[in-house]
């Protein structure tokens, strides 16, 4: 670019007006005015007509000037209608000339001068004006179907085709707060628009379709443009998503401006169902190309005011594309086209199918139950477009959909999938990877897929190395589905259905500083808890059995999001370990920088287990899991018995889980577990305070707990209460459920991009519900 400019001409107003009479004959005063690239001169002759002359920077060749002098009269042959400027012969017929400054030739032309307003100067944009913008830009698309010219095959940076290279180019120079929002369009931009670019229309456009280029006649309706230089030949819609890009730039209500445009251009040149889907995503790119430049532009030159001013409403008009949800805005697009969107099941309809077809011991939330179609950040969306925030799902662990994470599996899945029977980059990085996060010894790497195999895994392990068969178990515990598993599981065999506690199972009192033993007014609590697993330890000697293994969730999760007292976990695991037994962790609700001030929960409580299962969110919604251990313990395992696991440790689940740990340390999301869960817990303890029926706030990070109770003294829980609110926050748009023995715990446990703003939603909407209840 600075080349470029370096090329520019440097005429002077009077020595412009001298070459209007030189090479066409006309007598005029000439004005400057404003060109990046080349000089432009307003030409106004005594008979008040008035022209523009273009003097190209002398990079510029001819053949491009030539198609673009093509296109316009292609234009007004077809547009009669509409406003565009005409390329004037000189004085021998010819549409470009030639003049020399300094020994450097420049091309001239000459064009007439267009009457009009440009867009950027009318005050109030009427979605009249905007539908009038779209079907202008839909009148030249059409124009432009039968035109073509060799020198329209070129590269351009402007060219969204290469919105990929051209703005990872620039990507270290943006901040890093801005470079984290662009690389999380440019990811949706190369996985939903690329895939999708063989199958669009292509055609020349104009390509700068900005509201400086624009010009809307006295009926205040678009009518015309003018600077061609942009000029390339690509994928038709582009054109549509630069108008609005453009368009949206310093509005409040963005998508109803696109959904104007997007009616008058379909009414004039009708979009395909391919072009309506990446609509949306080709809009937030151009915003992006024109961010990732201007950086570029202002480290080139850091004074310019221009491009720091300019670059301003592009950022705002980002930030709230960005709370856009893209099929939602897809959707209302379709339907503005007079589209019918596809309807899929009713919900009655899933819901007969379900009893019909799938075990009926399948749990449905909430009473209506949801259709949900759509999953994007902290949201959940069903199938009318509505939002609903995620509090409870820490499955999907950095976000629904979070697209760095969903390329790495789509690309690792068109390359290879297969098993660990075969060597593999990926397997032994994400190994690596994961055991760096530990503490030593733990350096021993099993990938399964899911948390209860990775617990029945564990349970293996524990065995192998310690040749014990009974295993102590915190009360309320629940570990998974699998039949080994639901036997440590008190959450599972004591309740319904349950066959109750096998004999090789002892239960150790839940370690509840609110409603158990030893409360949190006892500095005690953690070793009075800690002594009740020695007299499990105990009891099974007395038996004559040997201890196998002590499991315990390192926050107690389905028991009631119960965070133990400190030394708990200390004092347990010596008995365990004076006993010979294994201390396994279980940490595939709360891991992986949920806790806020560590990676791992387990270490809250100054402990290192013997071995630590890892489950749901390793994977973001993809079935991954692992178990890691010690040297000692896994060459126990080594026993001449192979493991093998057809898909734990495949290729594509190990690019997918090293996404998700680069996503946790590059967007700093165990720091925003941590200053979020902080803020929230604060903020719902001033709630406390004037609600009775908080009995307790309590958890770490963004893993937290809320009882209800109807007495703080007597401490009768408010199931009847917490279940109505459960199911009002779901009519407001927050999917919020309960947990614990009596189910009146709030279980808050989102994705942890979980920000401030959505702790405040939650807390307002929490604060209303709990008024209701008090009448």
């Known amino acids: 670019m600075a080349e470029l400019l370096g090329l520019k001409s440097a005429f002077s107003e009077s020595q412009a007006a001298d070459l209007a009479q030189q090479l066409y004959g006309l007598d005029v005063t000439a004005k400057l005015l404003t060109g990046e690239m080349d000089q432009n001169f307003h030409l106004t002759a005594e008979s008040a ?21 093509q296109a316009i009269a292609h234009l007004n042959r077809n547009l009669e209608q509409d406003r565009l400027p005409e390329v004037m012969a000189d004085v021998n017929g010819n549409l470009i000339s030639s003049v020399e400054q300094n020994g450097t030739h420049h091309l001239v032309r000459l064009l007439t001068f267009v009457p009009g307003t440009f867009l950027s100067d009318i005050e109030t944009h009427s979605p009249e004006l905007m539908k009038s913008f779209g079907a202008f830009l839909g009148r030249m698309n059409r124009a432009f ?15 969204m085709k290469h919105a990929s290279y051209v703005i990872r180019k620039h990507l270290d120079k943006l901040q890093a707060d801005q470079r984290s929002v662009v690389e999380m369009f440019l990811l949706r931009f190369e996985t939903e628009v690329l895939p999708v670019f063989p199958e669009l229309r292509t055609s020349v456009i104009h390509n700068d379709a900005n509201d400086y ?390 270490e809250t409580q100054d402990v290192i287990p013997d071995i630590v299962t890892i489950g749901k969110p390793l994977g973001n919604g993809h079935p991954v899991a692992a178990v890691i251990t010690t040297p000692e313990i896994a060459f126990a395992f080594n026993n001449g018995m192979e493991y093998f696991n057809t898909f734990g440790g495949n290729p594509v689940s190990c690019a997918i889980g090293l996404a998700v740990l680069d996503v946790i340390e590059q967007e700093g999301l165990q720091q925003n577990a941590l200053d979020v869960g902080n803020y929230l817990m604060d903020e719902l303890k001033t709630l406390q305070q004037d609600h009775q029926l908080i009995g307790d706030v309590r958890g770490l990070g963004l893993f937290i707990g809320v009882e209800l109770v109807l007495d703080r003294q007597t401490l009768e829980p408010a199931t009847k209460e917490a279940n109505f609110i459960s199911e009002w926050m779901k009519d407001q748009g927050i999917l919020v459920t309960t947990e614990g023995p009596f189910a009146n715990v709030f279980k808050i446990k989102p994705p942890i991009i979980f920000n401030r703003s959505n702790a405040d939603f939650f807390v307002q909407k929490l604060a209303e519900a709990l008024s209701q209840l008090a009448g």
């Open 49 to 69: 007509e008035a022209y523009v002359l273009k003097i190209a920077n002398a990079s510029a060749s001819e053949p491009v000037l030539d198609f673009q002098n």
């Open 145 to 159: 179907e039968s035109f073509n010219h060799p020198a329209v095959h070129r590269y351009l940076d402007w060219d």
């Open 213 to 602: 280029n624009v010009l809307v006649d006295e009926t205040n309706q678009v009518s015309g443009i003018i600077d061609f230089g942009d000029m390339v030949h690509t994928y038709t819609i582009c054109e549509l998503a630069i108008g609005c890009a453009y368009a949206i730039l310093n509005k409040e209500h963005l998508l109803e401006t696109i959904l104007e445009m997007v009616k008058g251009y379909h009414k004039t040149f009708p979009l395909d169902n391919n072009e309506l889907e990446i609509l949306f995503h080709l809009i937030c790119i151009r915003l992006c190309t024109s961010a990732a430049i201007a950086a570029h532009g202002l480290q080139q030159r850091p004074d310019d005011e221009y491009l720091q001013i300019s670059q301003k409403p592009v950022w705002k008009a980002l930030k709230q594309l960005n709370d856009i949800d893209p099929l939602l805005a897809t959707n209302q697009m379709k339907q503005a086209c007079g589209i019918e969107l596809p309807s899929g099941l009713d919900a009655s309809t899933i819901v007969e199918l379900r009893d019909k077809h799938l075990n009926r011991n399948l749990s449905v939330a909430y009473q209506a139950p949801l259709k949900i179609v759509r999953g994007k950040g902290q949201y959940l969306y069903d199938e009318s477009g509505k939002a609903y925030l995620d509090m409870v799902n820490n499955v999907c662990h950095v976000g629904h959909c979070h697209p760095k994470v969903v390329q790495a599996g789509q690309r690792q899945m068109a390359m290879l999938n297969t098993n660990t029977r075969y060597l593999h980059d990926r397997l032994v990085e994400f190994a690596e990877r994961l055991c760096t996060t530990m503490p030593d010894p733990l350096s021993v790497c099993t990938f399964v897929c899911t948390g209860s195999e990775a617990n029945d895994l564990a349970l293996r392990m524990a065995k192998a190395y310690t040749g014990g068969t009974d295993v102590v178990v915190v009360e309320g515990a629940y570990h998974g589905h699998l039949s080994s598993i639901i036997d440590v599981s008190p959450y599972k065999f004591n309740r319904r259905g349950g066959a109750g506690r096998p004999d090789h199972v002892y239960i150790t009192p839940m370690p509840d500083p609110y409603r158990g033993l030893y409360r949190s007014d006892d500095p005690e609590a953690g070793v009075k808890y800690g002594q009740h697993v020695k007299d499990s330890i105990d009891q099974l000697k007395e038996q004559d059995r040997k201890l196998n293994a002590y499991y315990c969730e390192s926050i107690q999760g389905v028991g009631g999001q119960i965070v133990m007292p400190d030394g708990y976990l200390k004092e347990a695991y010596c008995h365990v370990r004076d006993a010979g037994g294994v201390c396994i962790a279980d940490e595939v609700q709360v891991g992986m920088g949920r806790v806020g001030s560590h990676f791992w929960a387990f």
